[in-house]
């Protein structure tokens, strides 16, 4: 079974940054492609950003395209979301998610069978 343990969420002002990391362990693939979603209060999970098995393939969502940079270490499964400008729309709880295969763009919570227990982002204006 694969563990997924998100760390770096907190309270930041509008405007500012953090850094979300994302480590797999246990049973892990050797082409995994990994995600990062979102979940505000009283809101369904969303995709934020996601990547490709080898790293080489980064895909965002439109809300935050342009703020974030989503980077990936394949040797020892991590994958970090750097989050910039950030709005207080951009609060909720923030889940690694982590599936098989050797494809791109899995864009939807059904597509990921791994998912850590979430880290929060409170983003105050």
């Known amino acids: 079974q694969m563990q997924l343990v998100e760390s770096g969420g907190g309270l930041v002002q509008a405007g500012g940054s953090l850094r979300l990391s994302c480590k797999a362990s246990g049973h892990t693939f050797s082409a995994q492609a990994m995600a990062w979603f979102r979940q505000a209060p009283g809101k369904e999970r969303e995709f934020v950003a996601g990547?490709?098995?080898?790293?080489?393939?980064?895909f965002y969502a439109d809300s935050v395209k342009g703020r974030s940079t989503l980077s990936r270490n394949s040797t020892n499964p991590t994958v970090d979301l750097q989050m910039d400008t950030l709005k207080p729309e951009d609060t909720g709880t923030y889940y690694c998610?982590?599936?098989?295969?050797?494809?791109?763009?899995?864009?939807?919570?059904?597509?990921?069978?791994?998912w850590g227990q979430g880290t929060q982002v409170t983003v105050s204006s």
């Open positions: 990547v490709n098995w080898s790293g080489d393939r980064t």
């Open positions: 998610a982590a599936r098989r295969g050797y494809g791109s763009y899995y864009l939807t919570t059904a597509e990921y069978p791994y």
